[in-house]
Nanobody, 124 residues
Framework: QVQLVESGGGLVQAGGSLRLSCAAS????????MAWFRQAPGKEREFAAA????????DYSDSVKGRFTISRDNAKNTVDLQLNNLKPDDTAVYYC?????????????????WGQGTQVTVSS
């Protein structure tokens, strides 16, 4: 069992930045692909970014590529998401997720563990 706790959400103006952090409970955190998904009101949960266990590979959705950066610290059991140049369309609840797989998956159904989510609101 892996428990994930997100932090760092908030209200920011368009063009601003936020840094989200996800803390994992399990010592084998380093074995998991870690990802961030987001869900806006009335919309499906969508993939935003992911990173492999070794941090050797990352991937991003087209909508966040070039603006968001995912990173992880296996010694601290944390994965962060730096959000830059935020837009009102980035407003959503952001979820941290973990999957015990060797490769990045883009489907929410592929992830075994989820955090409770943190709200990001971007005003225009």
């Amino acid at each position: 069992q892996v428990q994930l706790v997100e932090s760092g959400g908030g209200l920011v103006q368009a063009g601003g930045s936020l840094r989200l952090s996800c803390a994992a409970s399990r010592r084998t955190f380093s074995s998991y692909v870690m990802a961030w998904f987001r869900q806006a009101p009335g919309k499906e949960r969508e993939f935003a970014a992911a990173i492999t266990w070794s941090a050797g590979s990352t991937d991003y959705s087209d909508s966040v590529k070039g603006r968001f950066t995912i990173s992880r610290d296996n010694a601290k059991n944390t994965v962060d998401l730096q959000l830059n140049n935020l837009k009102p369309d980035d407003t959503a609840v952001y979820y941290c997720a973990a999957a015990l797989t060797p490769r990045i998956n883009y489907s929410a159904g592929s992830y075994n563990y989820w955090g409770q989510g943190t709200q990001v609101t971007v005003s225009s």
